[in-house]
């Protein structure tokens, strides 16, 4: 018992000092030249190499459940639950980086929690959860997402054996259909989002004569859809779909290789009999903060043209390094952080457990947690 104990301390400390390292100068470069110069691992390779990396191996050779092992009603169904948990619990997080990306210098907040508590005392619970209702409809374009990711990686399955590969095309390509269908419901939402004490942040304001909650919860939709096309015709509602997909596609596609760096680094310095589950809850939200702190600039030159209707992706940028410097591009990260980390733990152990919930019933004996 004190053996495990003393080997759980370690362990803690290793990850923290690993999450050091993360922060400082000069890590994600040498994450990367460790990724790029990595020899492929081709499948009878499982079982070479000293004692340790050959246990190393065992631990991360769990059977994938790919696409055509699924019952496909049973993961449509499981999925979208899934996925509306995910959204509920972060959105209060994703309206804070909105708020935090759009405003001015701290004109109106000063970091993640004072604007927590300043939208609590000032709007409420409610306040939290603006453009919450429309929002909803992004779960269209997480499902597009699943699907793709696991068609593609299916197709890419024919061409090469390494799974890092394998994911990150499949990665990239899940974002590029998932936010063509995300965008305009972000449009929409992030003018919602704005509302209260950011409305004057945004070209767009709700009608203050809407009464009733029925009317004020789809009317205040409505009336921003209104005003959106009024101004900018159909191409306002992918007013930023450039800025999108240049933040998602390489957030989507990045991940996964860093998911793999600290997976196999976690392996590395935990003991032995710690589960393979555990390793992987700790990788996933460990790449999802590298991930968004690589594409965290261009998130917030997105959030600036979309709201503030901007068209220029180059301009905005320019406009945002010399009105607050190179800190502006840092703006909402910490806000980001914390909504992509419970999606990160879910992706990877939800998302894992999903699938073998969703096995074909003949195929349920055959596979090993």
Known sequence: MLAHYVAGLDFTARVLSLFGWITSEGCIHSIWM????????????????????????????IQII???????RKFYSFGVFMTMTIRATVYPATLIRTRLQVQRGKSLYSGTFDAFFKILRSEGVRGLYRGFMVNTFTLISGQAYITTYELVRKYVSQYSEDNTVKSLVAGGSASLVA?????????????????????????????STEVGKSKKVFGQTRNIM???????GFRGFYRGYVASLLTYIPNSAVWWPFYHFYAEQLSKMAPSDCPHLVLQAMAGPLAAATASTVTNP??????????????????????????????????????RIISSTPTAIVMVVGYETLKKLSLRPELVDSRHW
């Open 66 to 72: 790919e696409w055509e092992d699924l019952d496909k």
């Open 179 to 207: 936010q063509s269908i995300t965008v305009p419901i972000d449009v929409v939402s992030q003018q919602l989002m704005m509302q209260g004490q950011g409305e004057h942040l945004t070209r767009f304001r709700l009608n």
């Open 34 to 61: 460790v990724i790029m110069t990595e020899q492929p691992k081709g499948r009878n390779q499982s079982d070479e190499g000293a004692p340790t990396a050959g246990r190393m191996q065992q631990k991360r050779n």
């Open 298 to 335: 261009m998130d917030v030159v997105r959030a600036r043209v979309q709201v503030e209707g901007r068209s220029s992706v180059i301009e905005t940028f320019r406009q945002l390094i010399k009105e607050e410097g190179c800190w502006g591009l840092t703006k909402g990260l910490s806000a």
């Open 226 to 232: 209104a005003q959106i096309f009024a101004a900018d």
